[in-house]
């Protein structure tokens, strides 16, 4: 379990800081700070000694969805024809 916090903490900071720019649309930062604090929470409830899986519902299972939104609006920015 401490590699899954590492990494979940690693992606909640990243999404911060790779969707803080105006460059994407509102949405796509607002699923990204979603994700985020999903991920800093069920990271959180592990270092406290919570039994938590990857897969386990709510947490932390409930951030991958916001997290899939967020790519998928980084690929649509990047492919956008007027770009």
Do not use: E, N
Not at 33 to 62: D, H, K, M, Q, R
């Amino acid at each position: 379990m401490p590699s899954y916090v590492g990494g979940i903490s690693l992606w909640a900071a990243a999404l911060v800081m790779v969707s803080a720019p105006k460059t994407f649309a509102l949405w796509m930062r607002l699923t990204a700070v979603v994700a985020a604090v999903l991920f800093v929470v069920s990271a959180g409830l592990i270092l406290w000694g919570a039994p938590l899986l990857p897969t386990s519902t709510p947490l932390p299972a409930a951030g991958y969805p916001f997290l899939v939104l967020t790519f998928i609006g980084w690929i649509w920015t990047l492919l956008k024809p007027d770009r």
